[in-house]
């Protein structure tokens, strides 16, 4: 009998520690890489400085076309809306914790609780005092719409409504590439002339930016060099993005062993 408690006991033990030791790998495998960038995005005041940049240059860009459009259209901005608009880093820090990672994104999405960015409320507040239409073009899924309308109406955003949120169904799927947003874009070229274009990933500007095979995107950038800062403007976001995918073989679900070994090989040296 007592043997039997013993082995029992032994058992339970192993299994505990298995259990402990394989949540420990968990807890610091997958996201360790976000800790710099998140820091960074959080309280790096060149963070601020870039994202008031960024918003500033748009002001200019919007008077200048309000001041110079010929079109006699109503005249829209379009941006996107994560790491755009609205501030997702706090479910950031979630993935690097695995806390309630469970949940995931659309338990942080649900709780409608992203603030705004720097100079974003301000942008779009101006904008529409101009009589300029905002347009959000996102890859939030359509069941994510009401949750979106509530979280940007409850940071203040104008134009928080139904006809001015795109979200990733409608047109993407036409192009056969479902994160497009160039069926989307057309979409509100039917009714309006986009004067200027907001986001943090190239994706959000045009289609041309969407093939990073080749130098991971830079050739495109290179060839539309002079819309930057004039047509297209780029917030910072070193915690995600499409420019993650060639630098990972386009390849999905890697440990972060895996990911720190293709980084390592990719970096330039002296
Ligand atoms: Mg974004």
């Not at 919007?62 to 790491?83: M, N, P």
């Not at 720097?118 to 905002?134: C, H, M, R």
């Not at 995107?217 to 070193?238: E, M």
């Amino acid at each position: 009998m007592k043997l039997t408690v013993y082995l029992a006991l032994l058992l339970s033990t192993t299994l505990l520690s298995c259990s402990s030791t394989k949540q420990t790998t968990v807890a610091t495998s997958h996201h360790d890489k976000l800790i710099m960038a998140v820091a960074w995005y959080q309280h790096s005041a060149e963070m601020t400085a870039l994202y008031h940049q960024g918003f500033n240059i748009a002001r200019q860009r919007l008077d200048q076309a309000v001041d110079t459009s010929q079109s006699g259209r109503k005249l829209a901005v379009v941006v996107d809306i994560d790491e755009t608009m609205l501030d997702n880093s706090p479910f950031e820090t979630t993935l690097i914790n695995n806390e309630d990672f469970q949940k995931g994104w659309y338990g942080w999405t649900a709780k409608a609780s992203a603030r705004a960015l720097p100079g974003a409320l301000e942008f779009a507040t101006y904008a529409q005092s101009k009589k300029v239409d905002i347009f959000y073009i996102t890859n939030r899924d359509d069941n994510e719409r009401t949750v979106t309308l509530k979280n940007l109406q409850n940071q203040g955003f104008p134009f928080a409504t139904e006809d001015h949120l795109l979200t990733k169904s409608d047109l993407s799927y036409t192009t056969g590439n479902t994160s497009s947003k160039t069926g989307r874009r057309a979409r509100v070229s039917e009714s309006h002339e986009i004067i200027l274009l907001i986001g943090d990933n190239l994706n959000d500007f045009s289609e041309v930016f969407e093939d990073r095979s080749v130098n991971n995107g830079k050739d495109a950038v290179l060839k539309n060099q002079a819309q930057f800062g004039q047509k297209f403007i780029v917030l910072p976001n070193p915690m995600y993005g499409a420019w993650e995918k060639p630098l990972f073989n386009y390849k999905d679900g890697l440990s972060d062993e895996e990911k720190t070994l293709l980084l390592k090989a990719k970096l330039i040296g002296e």
